[in-house]
């Protein structure tokens, strides 16, 4: 008889000796069991009674070693002497990845809100839960279109009004800003233009320096008559170049130039 | 809604075109008179040339070359009619500047030239009339249009005397040397002031 199987008889033993009313027991003080510790109790039980359970297996190998096959004495010589990473793994090692590689397997297989492994543990101690993750990270998969429309569009709410509300403030007080500083240096040039106008002594002179209207006969020799006919068109284009030449004086001297 | 950028934008266009505005307000209470006005004048109320009076005065030399090139295609009904809408068009307002005057007076003695040499005696009279009107100085302008009478006179002479009207002819044989005459004595005026002033123009 395995030493497994009389550990199992003996548990029951006491069950069934407390079902029956076995030695009355002391008036417990703890409130009662949930049903979650009940479960965790049960998940706990099955892992002993596979060998599974990484305390109860540490007690029985320190209280009854069981022996090495050739196989994992020689790997664990050849990492303890010559610090040899690469030497082949032990049966615990090789048994412990197959239960990682059907984990992972039973993971994908099924809803991630209802993940249980073969031996009916609950998602949260998926054991493959950190195999997962790394090997998303090194080849992660296709993500559904659907899925990834709504991160993007969640994203994008989140971030962009803050965003878009922190630089619209600043570019539109600098806009209105420069419209107001222009519009006064155009206002101030403009008045001081006017001042100069109105100063009396600067429309003296702009007076006396203006070109009136006066006759044209001064364009012509006056000691020769005009013909008896023709030389209108000359005359007017000579009349029309001199007038220009005041017009242009006249100009400059309403602007102040000298 | 505008978008916010453009808001900002409208809005900073609103407050300048209002800032020119009260601006050229400003400016308008010392601006000086709008083309088209009586007078283009200074402080001193004397007329000074202006953009109005160049504006008339291009106008006219327009009208002169555009008969210039209606006469050399032996079209002068076409150079009367250009001349003829320079003088009846708009001039500069109030009292016509001297150049106006002169320029028009010049223009009328060319019509009276041309309207004679087909035979519109009376009109070319009325051109010459209209024209000493404006040019009322001693200066040559004058004296071309008394000479511009004489030969309106001369011309009327010879087509009564080639229709036989003697007396007709008589007469304004007599009013062409009149004005022939009155023509020399301006000329001559002219003439004399500039040799008395030395020559200068």
């Not at chain 1, 949930?34 to 099955?46: I, M, N, S, Y």
């Not at chain 1, 008896?228 to 007017?236: D, F, H, I, P, Q």
Request: hydrophobic residues 45%.
């Amino acid at each position: 008889m395995s030493d497994d199987r009389k550990r199992r008889i003996v548990l029951r033993s006491q069950e069934r000796a407390s079902d029956a009313g076995g030695p009355p027991e002391a008036p417990s003080t703890e409130a009662p069991s949930t049903e979650a510790e009940r479960r965790a109790a049960a998940a706990t039980r099955e892992r002993i009674e596979r060998g599974t359970e990484p305390l109860v297996a540490a007690l029985v190998a320190a209280w009854r070693p069981a022996a090495l096959s050739e196989t994992d004495h020689e790997a664990l010589l050849r990492r303890a002497l010559d610090g040899d990473d690469l030497a082949p793994p032990t049966a615990a090692e090789l048994a412990e990845a197959e239960r990682l590689r059907h984990a992972l397997e039973a993971f994908e297989a099924r809803d991630a809100r209802d993940a249980r492994d073969e031996t009916g543990a609950d998602a949260a101690e998926d054991p493959g839960a950190v195999a997962r993750v790394l090997r998303a990270a090194y080849r992660p998969g296709s993500i559904d279109p659907r899925t990834n429309d709504e991160l993007v569009e969640r994203a994008l709410a989140a971030r962009a009004p803050r965003r878009r509300r922190r630089r619209v403030l600043p570019v539109t007080m600098a806009a209105l800003a420069t419209a107001v500083a222009m519009a006064a240096s155009a206002v101030l040039v403009l008045r001081v233009a006017r001042e100069r106008l109105e100063d009396p002594s600067i429309r003296g002179m702009a007076a006396a320096s203006l070109v009136r209207t006066r006759s044209t006969a001064p364009l012509f020799d006056e000691s020769a008559p005009f013909p008896r006919t023709g030389g209108e068109t000359a005359r007017v284009d000579r009349i029309v170049s001199a007038r220009a030449a005041d017009l242009r004086a006249n100009r400059f001297a309403a602007w102040g130039v000298p | 809604m505008l978008p916010r950028p453009r808001l900002s934008t409208a809005a900073a266009l609103v407050a300048l075109a209002l800032t020119a505005a009260a601006a050229c307000a400003d400016l308008a209470g010392t601006a000086p008179a709008p083309a088209g006005s009586a007078c283009s004048c200074d402080s001193l109320g004397a007329r000074v040339v202006d953009p109005v009076l160049l504006a008339f005065l291009s106008k006219a030399r327009a009208a002169h070359h555009q008969a210039d090139v209606a006469q050399a295609a032996a079209q002068p009904e076409k150079a009367i009619e250009a001349l003829e809408r320079f003088v009846s068009g708009p001039r500069p307002g109030g009292a016509p500047a001297p150049e106006v005057a002169e320029v028009l007076a010049d223009a009328r003695a060319r019509l009276a030239d041309l309207r004679s040499a087909r035979g519109d005696f009376d009109l070319a009279a009325r051109d010459v009339d209209e024209g000493l009107a404006l040019a009322e100085d001693v200066t040559h302008f004058r004296g071309h249009l008394l000479e511009a009478r004489g030969v309106v006179e001369e011309r009327r002479a010879k087509a009564l005397e080639d229709r036989g009207d003697v007396a007709g002819a008589r007469a304004a044989r007599e009013r062409a040397v009149l004005a022939f005459q009155q023509a020399i004595d301006v000329q001559d005026q002219v003439i004399a002031r500039s040799l008395r002033d030395g020559g200068a123009p």
